[in-house]
C-alpha cells in the first residue's frame, strides 16, 4: 500500500493558478515605442494566429501542470508499506543448572521400554524436551560438579543450546557436587539481564559437598534478586551418605525461593516433572511489530526532471545550432 507522509501537500495544488488569478503581472522597467495603433494589430495577429501554435500554448501549459503535479508527489514524500514483520521478544530468562558429578554416571534410571539408562542420558532426554517447549524463553545451561561453570549464557538461539546439552558428560567438573555455587553462578550469568522474569531449575541427585557458597544461602540472594528456583531431586532418597540426594536442601532453596520442590526417581517421573514446571512458568513474550517502508519520493523527482529538460531540450538545440549559423552572419 502507498501512502503520503504529508498529505498536506496537495493542498498547495492551485498555489499558480492563484498566483496567476490574483497577483500583478511582471512587467519590467525599460523604454518602450508607443504605438497608436497597437491593439488593432493585436487584433489582426489574433485572428492569423495559426492552429500549431495554439495547440504549442496549450502543450507548454500541460506540461508545466504536470510538472507541478510531480514536484507536489515528491513533496508529499509517497512511501510504499510492505507487508508487517511480526517478531516475538522474549521475557523470562530461564537457566538449567545440571549435576555432572561423577554419581550421574550411574546407569539406575527406569525407561519406559525396561532398560535402564544413565541418569545423565535421562536428563538431557527430558530437557532437551522442555526447551523444545519453551521457544519464548531465553535459555541458559549451568553445570556443577566440584566446581560450577557456565555451559550457555541464555539465549533465544536453541539450537546451539541443544547441541551444548547433548555433548555435555559426566566427571567434566570433577566428582562432587556445588549446589550453592551453582546457584551463585546463575546469580552472576543474571546480573545483567534486563527480563523482568528471572527462573532456575535446579536438578541434582546427591548432596552439597563442595560449594564455597552454602547453598540455603545462595537461595537468600536468590531471594533478594527475584531469582525463583525450582529443584529436582533425581535418584533414590534412601541412599547413604554422598550418594543420596539431599531432598531436604533442595526443598528448603525452592521454599526460599518462591519456587516448588520435585521428586523424579526414573525418566517418566523425571519428564512430568519438566511438564508440571512447564505449566507452572506460563509462556510469557512481547510481540513487536515492525512494518518495513519504502521510499518512493525519488520517483516523481525523477520524472518531474525528466519531463523539465524534454521541455527545454527543443528550445537549447535550437539555440546551439543558431550560434553558428550568426557567427558565420556576422563574417
Same mark, same amino acid.
Given at each position: 500500500?502507498?501512502?503520503?507522509?504529508?498529505?498536506?501537500?496537495?493542498?498547495?495544488?492551485?498555489? !499558480?493558478?492563484?498566483?496567476?488569478?490574483?497577483?500583478?503581472?511582471?512587467?519590467?522597467?525599460?523604454?518602450?515605442?508607443?504605438?497608436?495603433?497597437?491593439?488593432?494589430?493585436? +487584433?489582426?495577429? +489574433?485572428?492569423?494566429?495559426?492552429?500549431?501554435?495554439?495547440?504549442?500554448?496549450?502543450?507548454?501549459?500541460?506540461?508545466?501542470?504536470?510538472?507541478?503535479?510531480?514536484?507536489?508527489?515528491?513533496?508529499?514524500?509517497?512511501?510504499?508499506?510492505?507487508?508487517?514483520?511480526?517478531?516475538?521478544?522474549?521475557?523470562?530468562?530461564?537457566?538449567? &543448572?545440571?549435576?555432572?558429578?561423577?554419581?550421574?554416571?550411574?546407569?539406575?534410571?527406569?525407561?519406559?521400554?525396561?532398560?535402564?539408562?544413565?541418569?545423565?542420558? &535421562?536428563?538431557?532426554?527430558?530437557?532437551?524436551?522442555?526447551?523444545?517447549?519453551?521457544?519464548?524463553?531465553?535459555?541458559?545451561?549451568?553445570?556443577?560438579?566440584?566446581?560450577?561453570?557456565?555451559?550457555?549464557?541464555? #539465549? #533465544?538461539?536453541?539450537?546451539?543450546?541443544?547441541?551444548?546439552?547433548?555433548?555435555?558428560?559426566?566427571?567434566?567438573?570433577?566428582?562432587?557436587?556445588?549446589?550453592?555455587?551453582?546457584?551463585?553462578?546463575?546469580?552472576?550469568?543474571?546480573?545483567? #539481564?534486563?527480563?523482568?522474569?528471572?527462573?532456575?531449575?535446579?536438578? #541434582?541427585?546427591?548432596?552439597?559437598?563442595?560449594? *564455597?557458597?552454602?547453598?540455603?544461602?545462595?537461595?537468600?540472594?536468590? &531471594?533478594? *534478586?527475584?531469582?525463583?528456583?525450582?529443584?529436582?531431586?533425581?535418584?533414590?532418597?534412601?541412599?547413604?551418605?554422598?550418594? *543420596? $540426594?539431599?531432598?531436604?536442601?533442595? +526443598?528448603?532453596?525452592?521454599?526460599?525461593?518462591?519456587?516448588?520442590?520435585?521428586?523424579?526417581?526414573?525418566?517418566?517421573?523425571?519428564?512430568?516433572?519438566?511438564?508440571?514446571?512447564?505449566?507452572?512458568?506460563p509462556h510469557i513474550a512481547e510481540e513487536l511489530r515492525a512494518q518495513p517502508r519504502r521510499?518512493?519520493?525519488?520517483? !516523481?523527482? &525523477?520524472?518531474?526532471?525528466?519531463?523539465?529538460?524534454?521541455?527545454?531540450?527543443?528550445?537549447? $538545440?535550437?539555440?546551439?545550432?543558431?550560434?553558428?549559423?550568426?557567427?558565420?552572419?556576422?563574417?
Open positions: 500500500m502507498i501512502q503520503f507522509d504529508y498529505l498536506w501537500v496537495w493542498l498547495l495544488l492551485p498555489l !499558480p493558478w492563484l498566483a496567476w488569478r490574483w497577483l500583478p503581472a511582471f512587467r519590467p522597467e525599460e523604454d518602450r515605442l508607443r504605438v497608436p495603433y497597437t491593439s488593432a494589430f493585436y +487584433e489582426q495577429l +489574433e485572428d492569423h494566429q495559426s492552429t500549431a501554435i495554439q495547440i504549442a500554448s496549450h502543450s507548454t501549459l500541460i506540461i508545466q501542470w504536470l510538472i507541478w503535479l510531480l514536484l507536489l508527489g515528491a513533496a508529499a514524500r509517497p512511501v510504499l508499506l510492505e507487508p508487517p514483520i511480526h517478531h516475538t521478544e522474549p521475557r523470562r530468562d530461564l537457566i538449567l &543448572a545440571i549435576d555432572l558429578s561423577q554419581s550421574m554416571s550411574e546407569q539406575d534410571v527406569p525407561a519406559p521400554d525396561g532398560q535402564r539408562l544413565e541418569r545423565l542420558s &535421562a536428563v538431557k532426554q527430558a530437557a532437551m524436551q522442555f526447551i523444545a517447549q519453551r521457544p519464548d524463553d531465553r535459555i541458559g545451561l549451568v553445570g556443577f560438579g566440584d566446581q560450577a561453570f557456565p555451559l550457555a549464557p541464555s #539465549s #533465544s538461539e536453541h539450537e546451539s543450546l541443544l547441541q551444548i546439552l547433548a555433548l555435555t558428560e559426566t566427571g567434566i567438573a570433577g566428582a562432587n557436587t556445588a549446589m550453592g555455587d551453582a546457584i551463585g553462578v546463575t546469580l552472576k550469568l543474571l546480573e545483567s #539481564s534486563q527480563m523482568p522474569e528471572q527462573v532456575m531449575i535446579l536438578l #541434582s541427585d546427591g548432596e552439597d559437598n563442595r560449594s *564455597r557458597l552454602d547453598p540455603l544461602q545462595a537461595a537468600r540472594i536468590a &531471594a533478594e *534478586r527475584n531469582l525463583q528456583i525450582h529443584t529436582i531431586a533425581f535418584g533414590q532418597t534412601e541412599g547413604s551418605g554422598d550418594n *543420596r $540426594v539431599d531432598r531436604d536442601t533442595l +526443598e528448603a532453596i525452592a521454599q526460599r525461593t518462591g519456587g516448588q520442590a520435585f521428586l523424579a526417581s526414573d525418566q517418566q517421573a523425571l519428564e512430568q516433572v519438566y511438564a508440571r514446571i512447564d505449566t507452572l512458568t521510499e518512493l519520493f525519488w520517483i !516523481p523527482m &525523477a520524472l518531474a526532471l525528466g519531463v523539465l529538460i524534454l521541455q527545454l531540450l527543443p528550445g537549447l $538545440v535550437s539555440a546551439a545550432l543558431q550560434r553558428p549559423q550568426a557567427k558565420t552572419g556576422d563574417r
